[in-house]
């Protein structure tokens, strides 16, 4: 019996990275993993935090958006940077569609909320990643 187009199912890539706060594994006493959609958020938030040049041998990889954070809040940087960001999710983050960004600015406490909602490469339900930006200094 021949195998019809509709019948054939391609596998979830299941994507796995270390957990960047290092948490020890309780049963394997070793660096936990972050799994799924866990490591594509993870790597996003990486990305957008990362400048150019901090990564050794890749200086074209990164974000460069903390200098804007030290630019005056407006609106106008708040445009300027969701466009740095989804410029940077379209050249260095292959894994994801992104589907709808958010960048509010939170004058009070002097950081921006990005929320960013994607597609993970072979899943048809969203996935949201939110994170603050804030000026370290």
């Known amino acids: 019996m021949p195998i019809v187009p509709d019948q054939i199912k391609t596998p979830i890539r299941q994507y796995s990275d270390l957990d960047m706060a290092f948490s020890m594994h309780p049963a394997k006493k070793d660096v936990a993993k972050k799994l799924g959609d866990?490591?594509?958020i993870q790597s996003l938030k990486n990305l957008?935090?990362?400048n150019f040049y901090e990564?050794?041998?890749?200086?074209y990889?990164?974000?460069n958006a903390r200098k804007l954070l030290f630019e005056n809040m407006t609106p106008i940087i708040a445009?300027?940077?969701k466009d740095v960001i989804l410029e940077t999710i379209a050249t260095n983050e292959p894994r994801v569609e992104v589907n709808q960004c958010i960048v509010s600015a939170d004058?009070?406490?002097n950081s921006y909320s990005v929320t960013?909602?994607?597609y993970v490469n072979n899943r048809?339900?969203?996935t949201i990643a939110a994170f603050v930006l804030q000026r370290i200094r």
């Open 38 to 40: 866990q490591a594509v």
């Open 48 to 50: 957008v935090q990362m």
């Open 55 to 59: 990564k050794p041998f890749k200086p």
């Open 61 to 63: 990889i990164g974000c």
């Open 79 to 81: 445009n300027t940077l």
């Open 107 to 109: 004058y009070d406490n």
């Open 116 to 118: 960013i909602e994607f």
């Open 124 to 126: 048809t339900e969203p």
